[in-house]
């Protein structure tokens, strides 16, 4: 995703080098509504970039006069690319969900380099999403307007893993251009099957897929013959595998990438641990074609039915507890701190070594859990449990997609990456998590009470909220029931903002100059005279002093008479 993924044939030179790309970003799960706790479809996206800012986008519903045009830019780069034909009517969207509750996301996986560019294409990857989230009523509407997009205008990215959901389906969908011969992509999108869990993180995952099944899978008509005519497959159409021929996977590949499903799958699902060896990069290839023998499933079903919570916590992940635990060696400091600043690999003595890469990391812009639900009108029915900042330490609040505006806080041009702003939610969740790195091991369970108290407070008032809303639409007040949902919308997270900024205020109180503060019922300490109380000096890990002692000999050791 954003600042595209180098591909996978030129990462090993990148590794091999220590300057390996700064972005293997985003990860993407989808969850059936035969998976999920109340028969909701759910996506999530970690929209993740160093140059990303965190901010809800928005456009409301609208008609065009008949021979408009609309303009095309880089989302990653604000590039301006061109002009296509504007459509009669566009829907309201909000953020990766528009009025219909169709929802959208996507992992780069990069692909073949000869197919990275094609001169003259309009259409990138984020242009994709956010003009089919305007033009499409279902998941398979949304699936021909990306596809009908990139065949007339042509495909101005490397190839991408789309996640493509609707109330009643979630769909799959990779593309990669045909580079600078042919205008266009090739493609397969395929439904996952209801009570099913997928996933994808910069790697192309589709595999085989079935040739005559247009109810769960689709294709463009040359995704194999133009393979065969490049010279990259020579096999029955059978065989024909969309990942092994367009973006092989590789050790990098598997070890930044396919890791995150791996440990996504593995916090919902027993039986993971056969595919460990996989996701630290250790890859069997075999057959015919040498194709990856070792990989994982595209889907699996969950071990329990999965509530929102439950997918926000996927979300939520540094591989704990797992051979790539990110807390358990000395990169991560006296205080646990499960995160490496980049690159991705670094050398020393020539051998090169690796930053591992979770589904939870620094630079993130914006993440979310889409939720779609069939039983209720569309308005109140689409959920986009919206978030900025590090996934792990944000908080996921509700947007209705029905609602009108968005909040200041999260608003589009409120700050960006080089202005601060003092009201927006971005700059607020920065601190906190910024902060929290410093002593993480302590300060970050000080954020999850607050993180739980609020996700928790909108768990709990979202059937009360949806009740009042579809009891409005169903009363013909339409107009009423809109205002009402925004109204709700805006002020959770307004409160959510405000209630940010008082917990950065606290945890600086609390935790400054490496002390930590003694409270006492929620209420710092005092002594007899009004004086702040003596606070704890908890010092470092006894592991982390013998590091010490390892590395300095005897240049710190004091005497043994000077400790009498």
Known sequence: MIFKRITAFLFVAFFLMGQAPGAFSCTNFLVTKGASADGSVMITYAADSHTLYGELYFWPAQDWPAGSMLDVTEWDTGKYLGKIKQVPHTYSVVGNMNEHQVSIGETTF?????????????????????????????????????????????????????????????????????????????????????????????????????????????????????????????????????????????????????????????????????????????????????????????????????????????????????????????????????????????????QSYLNERAISTQQTGFSFVAQSRRWLPDPVGGILWFSVDDSYSTVYVPMYCGITQVPEAYRTGNGDLLTYSETSAFWAFNQVANFAYLRYADIITDVQKVQKELEDKFVSYVPHIDKAAASLLESGNRELALDFLTHFSVSEADGTVKRWKELYRYLLVKYIDGNVKKEENGTFKRNEYGQPAMPHFPGYPEWWLRLIVNATGDHLKVPAAATH
Not at 125 to 138: K, P
């Open 110 to 350: 990069g692909g073949r380099e000869e197919l990275s560019s094609q001169p003259g294409a309009i259409v990138d990857y984020g242009s994709l999403m956010y003009i089919a989230l305007q033009r499409a009523r279902t998941a398979r509407e949304a699936i021909a307007v990306m596809t009908s997009l990139v065949g007339e205008y042509g495909y101005a990215s490397s190839g991408e893993s789309f996640s493509i959901a609707d109330p009643d389906e979630a769909w799959i969908m990779e593309m990669i251009g045909k580079g600078q011969g042919e205008k266009g992509a090739v493609w397969v999108a395929l439904r996952i099957p209801d009570g099913y869990v997928s996933g994808h993180a910069n790697q192309a995952r589709i595999t085989t897929f079935p040739l005559d099944d247009p109810k769960n899978c689709l294709y463009s008509r040359d995704v194999i013959s133009f393979a065969r005519e490049k010279g990259w497959f020579s096999g029955k159409n059978k065989d024909f595998s969309f990942s092994d021929v367009y973006a092989p996977v590789d050790f990098s590949a598997a070890r930044f990438s396919e890791a995150r499903v791996w440990s996504g799958f593995n916090k919902i699902a027993s039986g993971m641990g056969q595919y460990a060896g996989y996701a630290s990069g250790k890859i069997e290839k075999g057959g015919e074609n040498q194709f990856a023998l070792n990989r994982m499933p595209l889907w699996i079903k969950p071990d329990k039915s999965l509530t929102v919570q439950d997918v926000m916590g996927m979300m939520r992940d540094h591989y704990t507890g797992t051979p790539l635990d990110m807390t358990k060696d000395p990169g991560a400091g006296p205080f646990g701190l499960p995160y490496r600043w980049r690159g991705l690999t670094w050398k020393v003595d020539d």
